[in-house]
Every structure is written in C-alpha cells, then in structure tokens.
C-alpha cells in the first residue's frame, strides 16, 4: 500500500486566496483525520470522520475552515480566505477504526502551507 | 476527557547514553496507548502500542515502553541512543470505548543526541 498520500506537499498562496488541501487514505480505512501542527501550538486535530460522516469538527479553528469526505477514499480541506496566521504544516492521518481492535492512525506526509 | 502530559519538551542526550521520555494519561477504564516518532520535515510514524497483554512493549528499532496502570504512565526508554533518533517523539492515548479511534496527543518531546 502506497500509505496516506497527500497533495499539494507544499503551497504557498497570497491572503485572501482559496486553498484547497487533498488526502487520500489508505484503502480499506474507516476513519481519517485531519491534523494542523505549528511550532507554536503543536499538533491540533481540525476535524475527523467515521465512515466518511464527519463526528467531531469542534478543533476547526473558524468558518473559514470547511472539511469534506464525498468517498471513503478522498478527502479536502479547504480555507476560504487563507490568512498569514493559517500558515503551518496540515497533515492527514487514517485508521483502521474499531473494527479489529485497531486505533492506531498512519499519518501523511504533510503539506507544508505559507500565506504570504 | 482524557489527557496526555509529556512531562519533557526536550531532552539533549549524548550518543549511547540511555533516554527515558516520560508520558502520563489522565485515568480511565480502558485505554490504548502509542509512541509516535517525528523526524524532521516529516509526518508522524508509529513507534510501537499498547493495546492488552504485556505491559512492556518494544519497536523495532531498541525502544521500549512499559504500561504502568497505577501510575498511569507509558514511558519511552532505550538504553542506548544514536545520532539517529534524534527526532520528536509524541505519546497518544485512545479510550477503549472511543467511536472512530480518536487519539489525544502529548505536545511531544524533542530528542536531541549529540556525538
């Protein structure tokens, strides 16, 4: 298996431009994770989804932030205006979920985002 | 809910010297534990878990961790460290009765392992 893939790996866009941030878990996974990590906050969920219904979107920062999953095997999150302070690296994990017993989540490679 | 404390944000070590990265959870019922491993400009990968069985637990790589249910602990330690793994290391815990496999992260420790 190839792992999470996540595109772009790095952005860099003007404020007030849109950005739109792509995930592909890895197949047969039931739940993915959405996570932004900066040097001031650390590591921070955003958002997550069971079965492509999102259950918990209570770490998105603002309404500027939206997350989607239309399949089990794609997901987007968008920023709608993008601000300098969004800049961070966003990551992408999924797992197993509970079937099996299993909870551990295999994580992305990042995409590194600067708003200039 | 539950929590994660690291207890270090960082911890410089020399090459060979043995490490200890402490991590404490907040009590529960059940719960399911894991090491990450952050190298620089990379995601995170799994170190190693704690689900049920052994409370010691081991990676691949000569780390270990013990679950330690009365002190409500999964410390990371391996008795001699290299250059390479210098690296941030995240503990995570998941409840046993947690729908989708949240996971509540530590704010990570910096190794740092100098020659």
């Known amino acids: 298996d190839a792992g999470v893939i996540q595109s772009p790996r790095h952005e860099v866009t003007e404020m007030g431009q849109e950005v739109t941030l792509r995930c592909k878990p890895i197949?047969?996974?039931?739940?993915l994770f959405w996570y932004r990590q900066t040097m001031m906050r650390g590591l921070e969920l955003l958002i997550y989804f069971n079965n492509n219904v999102p259950i918990d979107d209570s770490g998105m920062p603002e309404d500027r932030f939206s997350a989607k999953m239309p399949n089990a095997s794609f997901s987007t999150l968008k920023i709608q205006p993008s601000e300098p302070r969004d800049s961070a690296v966003y990551f992408c994990?999924?797992?197993?979920?509970?079937?099996?017993?299993?909870?551990?989540?295999?994580f992305g490679p990042g995409t590194r985002l600067t708003v200039t | 809910a539950q929590s994660v404390t690291q207890l270090d944000s960082q911890v410089p070590v020399f090459e060979e010297a043995p490490v200890e990265l402490r991590c404490n959870y907040s009590?529960?019922?059940?719960?399911?534990l894991f090491w990450y491993v952050q190298y620089p400009n990379q995601g995170l990968q799994l170190l190693l878990k704690?689900?049920?069985?052994?409370?010691l637990v081991e990676s691949i790589n000569g780390f270990e961790a013990e679950f330690n249910k009365s002190q409500t602990s999964f410390h990371l330690r391996k008795p001699s460290v290299h250059i390479s793994d210098t690296a941030e290391y995240f503990c995570a815990v998941s409840d046993g009765d947690n729908q989708g496999g949240k996971l509540i992260f530590g704010q990570g420790t910096e190794l740092s392992v100098k020659p």
């Open positions: 009590s529960s019922v059940s719960v399911y």
């Open positions: 994990a999924s797992s197993p979920g509970l079937a099996g017993g299993h909870y551990e989540q295999y």
């Open positions: 197949s047969g996974h039931n739940s």
């Open positions: 704690y689900l049920s069985g052994s409370t």
